[in-house]
């Protein structure tokens, strides 16, 4: 099976979740890792690993776009895309270590959570963080400003409760 050559401490793999929300220029606007994990291996910094997951999410877009049997046009690895263009990846799992639940906006807002393996789709949850969390307590928020990351109480509560009523976090 196709496996990212990134080493699993700089995607700071669970088994915590780890939710990390971009916007379309690629801006950290929420990082949040339920129980950070603490390793002996090199530090990579946050901007790094911020780039380095990006990369992750763009690099598998692109490979499902060019593979995609229901794409009438199937484009040439790496071609650009536009937001929400040929995006039929949802999640990938690694080799037993960790699985990537995405989601792409149509604003180019991207979520990626990642889990433990094992979890199974969380669409729905993911579906649910956007519309009842992010637009709710984040969007509407009068501190919040568009392209600058924020970091709100009310959201973070809120995601400490959805995560726990599907037992993502304990």
């Known amino acids: ?3 990212p050559s990134l ?18 220029a690629g801006t950290t606007l929420f990082f ?13 910094s946050f901007t790094e690993k911020a780039k380095l997951v990006q990369g992750l999410i763009w690099s598998l877009k692109s490979l499902s ?23 039929s990846f949802k999640s990938f799992t690694s080799d037993d270590d960790y699985t990537l639940h995405m989601m792409e906006l149509p604003s180019g807002i991207v979520f990626a959570l990642f889990t433990a393996v094992g979890v199974g ?3 729905d949850v993911m579906r649910d963080l956007y519309q009842n969390l992010y637009v709710e307590l984040v969007v509407k ?11 709100f109480d009310s959201f973070l ?7 726990m009523a599907v037992r993502l976090v304990g």
């Open 32 to 44: 949040h890792e339920w129980q950070p994990q603490t390793s002996k291996k090199a530090v990579t």
């Open 7 to 24: 080493p699993l401490s700089i995607l700071t793999h669970p088994p915590s979740p780890t939710l990390r929300i971009y916007d379309r």
């Open 65 to 87: 776009a060019t593979i995609d049997p229901t794409s009438t046009t199937n484009k040439q690895m790496g071609t650009p895309m536009r937001i929400g263009e040929g995006c």
């Open 157 to 163: 509560q809120g995601l400490n409760k959805r995560l």
């Open 141 to 151: 928020n009068p501190e919040f400003v568009v392209g600058k990351p924020f970091q």
């Open 121 to 123: 789709d969380l669409r």
């Open 1 to 3: 099976p196709f496996s």
